[in-house]
């Protein structure tokens, strides 16, 4: 058990339905721990991604992005430009941890890749939810993916995990 594992007092993320609980990554660095809300499943936790299921929508917390400013998030997309995203880049601070955050609508294209170079790919029609992390001296990107109703539902929840989450510093 490691340090952070300890003072958070969470169990480690394990393949299938999760109850709601705090979890902690085995694998992905740097440890991070999340309370997570009943109904998602483990998707995939390796040294490149943690992802998360519910129904058609994927929460994926990786670390495609460098930096957490508009740049780095357009990094992160693949894009040249914000123009078209909605809503558009804009700040936000959760209680440990500051960055930026915006959508893409009519997602398509890569995302990440997991350790294995498994691209993990959105759907022409999907939605993007994506939020760059400057989380002490890492920076994270979290990324929420699925039709737009359901990314649109989705989000306070997600923002609601992120503004729980621990990021071990080491």
Do not use: C
Request: overall charge negative; hydrophobic content about 45%.
């Amino acid at each position: 058990m490691t340090a952070l594992q300890a003072i958070v007092g969470v169990a480690p993320f394990v393949p299938g339905p999760m109850e709601a609980g705090a979890y902690y990554t085995l694998t992905f660095p740097p440890a991070t721990a999340l309370i997570v809300p009943a109904g998602w499943t483990l998707g995939t936790e390796d040294r490149e991604v943690l992802m998360l299921r519910k129904g058609n929508l994927t929460f994926a917390i990786h670390k495609t992005a460098t930096d957490a400013t508009v740049a780095g998030l357009l990094a992160a997309l693949g894009r040249n430009d914000a123009t078209d995203l909605s809503p558009q880049p804009a700040p936000f601070t959760f209680p440990s941890y500051t960055g930026i955050t915006a959508g893409q609508h009519n997602g398509g294209g890569t995302l990440w890749f997991d350790e294995r170079s498994n691209a993990y790919d959105a759907r022409p029609t999907d939605d993007i939810r994506i939020w760059v992390i400057r989380a002490g001296t890492h920076v994270i990107t979290a990324e929420l993916v699925g039709a737009p109703v359901d990314v649109t539902a989705a989000s306070s929840e997600v923002e609601q995990m992120l503004g729980t989450m621990v990021v071990a510093q080491r």
